[in-house]
């Protein structure tokens, strides 16, 4: 086989077999901390602290931060608002969900919650 026929066929087999990628499952959660993932990105946490709640240029890591806050830290900050951070009080979503958020950003710092689509455990 010449060199030229070789390499055609290698690069038509990685292309056809390369291009097949498994679709990644979601990560199974309980409810309470799914719940917090929805409302997370449903109030538009991310705007500020990014997708996957590690920050940006000029707003707090939560994954790092919730390390240094227990639940009534965090609830205290989210409601009241804190430096830049506006206060969520007035939000009833926000101030019925606080616990959900917190279960679900304390295992994206813990680890035990993977950056990424979530799903109710089975």
């Known amino acids: 086989m010449n060199k030229v026929k070789l390499a055609s066929t290698l690069l ?6 390369g291009a097949v990628v498994p679709f990644a499952s979601a990560a199974a959660v ?8 929805k409302l997370y990105k449903r ?3 991310e705007t ?13 890591n939560l994954v790092t931060g919730l390390k240094n806050l227990n639940q009534e830290q965090f609830k205290a900050v989210v ?4 430096g830049n951070m506006p ?19 304390k295992g994206r710092s813990d680890g035990t919650v993977p ?3 979530l799903e109710v455990a089975k």
């Open 48 to 60: 500020c602290h990014g997708a996957t709640a590690e920050g940006g240029p000029a707003f707090p």
């Open 115 to 117: 950056a990424g689509d």
């Open 30 to 37: 309980s409810e309470t901390i799914f719940n917090g993932a």
């Open 87 to 105: 206060a969520f009080s007035g939000n009833k979503k926000v101030a019925d969900g606080i616990d959900s958020l917190y279960a679900y950003l």
């Open 79 to 82: 409601l009241n608002g804190r």
């Open 43 to 45: 109030e538009r946490c």
């Open 12 to 17: 038509g087999a990685t292309l056809m077999f």
